[in-house]
């Protein structure tokens, strides 16, 4: 278990820090960029309040209908401004994926799933995951409460639970989970989110009904604009 633990949080540790420092610059340089020709997803001028890169799982459960249906998600957040306006800035979600994808699958179960933060915490930028809401459904989070960017870690207000605006079939592969636009609904993390510059995360074409939930690791570029927190 040490062991594993040890080899995750290097590995993690290899992933974000190699790539982005831990620290927090102006997000002046680290801007979104979406393919000139996308109309699917609403362009933004301007610098973000945060540029984020995703490291973690979305998670699928088998339908009756032997296809597997979205059932939330669970990723450790990085800040990437500092990265702003370099090349590792365009490809911070590659380089992660290829050594996140080194790790066993089976070290990142709903037993072990803790193990994806618990060790790495301490560089860790905030957390993404889902939520129940009012309506039974369940609603995604971006959250920098408890650990976040420093100049809103510890703000009660300093999160945002999003709906789905839009989304984009990823540009350059099938196995990447769509880009995404969303909106705020709660909190003063951001009014728009977006999910963009995915890297893996889709699940296989059909599964045997009855089958156990699966989790499939995933990267992605996270950027937040309009935050208000106070
Ligand atoms: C946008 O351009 C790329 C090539 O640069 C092309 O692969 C893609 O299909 C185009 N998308 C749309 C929506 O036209
Ligand atoms: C997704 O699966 C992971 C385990 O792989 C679990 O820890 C997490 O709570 C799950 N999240 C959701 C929203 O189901
Ligand atoms: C949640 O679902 C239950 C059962 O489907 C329903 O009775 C209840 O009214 C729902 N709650 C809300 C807040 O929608
Ligand atoms: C993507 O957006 C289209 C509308 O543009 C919608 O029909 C489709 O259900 C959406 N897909 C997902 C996975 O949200």
């Known amino acids: 278990m040490f062991f594993s633990k040890s080899i995750i949080a290097t590995t993690l540790f290899a992933a974000t820090t190699l790539a982005a420092p831990l620290f927090s610059c102006s997000t002046a340089k680290a801007l979104m960029t979406l393919p000139a020709n996308e109309t699917a997803l609403a ?74 933060s618990a060790p790495i915490g301490v560089f860790s930028s905030g957390k993404h995951f889902f ?20 100049s809103v870690q ?28 969303l909106k705020n609904v709660e909190g003063d993390l951001a009014t728009a989110i977006y999910r963009i510059n995915t890297r893996g995360g889709q699940p296989p074409a059909s599964c045997a009904v009855g089958s156990a939930p699966i989790s499939v690791k995933y990267t992605s570029k996270y950027f937040l604009f309009g935050s208000t927190v106070v």
């Open 43 to 116: 362009k933004q001028t301007g610098a973000p309040s945060f540029a984020l890169l995703g490291v973690g799982v979305q998670n699928y459960t088998c339908g009756a209908d032997a296809k597997y249906a979205s059932a939330g998600a669970v990723a450790e957040l990085f800040d990437i401004s500092c990265l702003g306006g370099t090349k590792a800035f365009d490809t911070v979600q590659d380089t992660a994926y290829n050594i996140f994808k080194l790790i066993p699958d089976k070290l990142i179960s709903a037993k072990n799933a803790g193990l994806i």
């Open 131 to 150: 939520t129940p809401t009012a309506n039974n459904g369940t609603a995604p989070v971006w959250d920098m409460r408890a650990v976040g960017v420093k």
């Open 154 to 181: 510890g703000k009660p207000d300093a999160y945002v639970l999003a709906a789905k605006v839009a989304n984009l079939t990823a540009p350059n592969g099938a196995e990447d989970v769509p880009w995404l636009q």
